[in-house]
């Protein structure tokens, strides 16, 4: 069964960086399209990316566009994805998620799930 531990998450200030790290365990991920949600106090959970099983093609929330990028490890069983110019709106609890299949969507159904991370971003 795939299961899931995130990483990577913290305090930073704004402005700053992170990478949160997506490890698979117990399956291989090839066949698995991938997934980062986050969620807010008080908000709803909200896609923020996702990559293709292949890696080939990738989407994007557009609050993160230009600041976030997914990326993928085969061999390491390895999501990432690099959060750059941080800003306090950010500031969520971090997931990752599969769906086994190819596509990739920000509001599709995903059926594994990761405990989350938690990011805050605050001076």
């Known amino acids: 069964q795939l299961q899931f531990v995130e990483s990577g998450g913290g305090l930073v200030q704004p402005g700053g960086s992170l990478r949160l790290s997506c490890a698979a365990s117990?399956?291989?991920?090839?066949?698995?399209?991938i997934a980062w949600f986050r969620q807010a106090p008080g908000k709803e959970r909200e896609g923020v990316s996702c990559?293709?099983?292949?890696?080939?093609?990738?989407n994007y929330a557009d609050s993160v566009k230009g600041r976030f990028t997914i990326s993928r490890d085969k061999a390491k069983k390895t999501v990432y994805l690099q959060m750059n110019s941080l800003k306090p709106e950010d500031t969520a609890v971090y997931y990752c998620?599969?769906?086994?299949?190819?596509?990739?969507?920000?509001?599709?159904?995903?059926?594994?799930w990761g405990q989350g991370t938690q990011v805050t971003v605050s001076s």
């Open positions: 998620a599969a769906r086994p299949f190819e596509r990739c969507g920000l509001s599709m159904t995903y059926d594994y």
């Open positions: 117990g399956v291989t991920l090839d066949y698995y399209a």
């Open positions: 990559i293709t099983s292949t890696g080939g093609s990738t």
